[in-house]
């Protein structure tokens, strides 16, 4: 168990690196599309004809695997704080790559990303150890669960529906937000998958589990879904430049 630990906190910061460096790999290719004539406030995909975006956008791939693996060898509440990472290695490159100058309030708040942190990881409860993605299923299917995934889907429905036409293209918190809540159901998702793929590797096959397959349906979708309001947020930040 201390090695798997081990294994899944050293996969969960390299992932951290990887996908705080994408951010800013594709910020810079956005910027070179809109300096070609593609402008990030029209939403169109002239980025899908940059290079470096597509760079970017590998590094983010290296990095989400990464954080898959991590979570088929370590606890969701030891990988999944050590995301915000991310956010450190974004504020630092972007200082030093893009100008983007990190003043004390951006200090604090990296600060208080590793404090945050380090406090769930530290004061977790110990996971549960699951033999079969039944028992995940059986787990995801409680009704206080089911409760909260109907709320989060409503609540991201109502982002996308009522608040992205009115107030999307002004304040990036409604991308922001729908990425955050689809985030919640992506970890339990991925976290499913994980097991799933370490018991087949182990013998108990876990493909023909019509529970495994849901698990893989939600993760691709709440992912895709998250991928999209990321470059939305990309070009609200650029339609400031250009």
Known sequence: MYTGNL?????????SAFIGSSFIIKKKG???AGACGTRARSGGYGYLLEPLWWIGMFTMVVGEFANFIA????PAVLVTPLGALS????????????NEKLRRMGILGCVLCIVGSTVIVLHAPAEHSLSSVE???DLATQPAFLLYAASAIALVLVLVLYCEPRFGHTNMMVY???CSINGSLTVMSVKAIGIAIKLTLEGSSQVARYQTWIFVMVAVTCIITQLNYLNKV?????SFVF
């Open 7 to 15: 294994l899944g906190f050293g996969l969960a910061v390299s992932s």
């Open 30 to 32: 956005l910027q070179r």
């Open 71 to 74: 979570y088929i060898y370590a």
């Open 87 to 98: 956010i450190i290695v974004s504020a630092v490159l972007a200082h030093f790559l893009l």
């Open 135 to 137: 028992e995940i299923w």
């Open 176 to 178: 922001i937000g729908v």
């Open 234 to 238: 990309g070009y609200l930040l650029l």
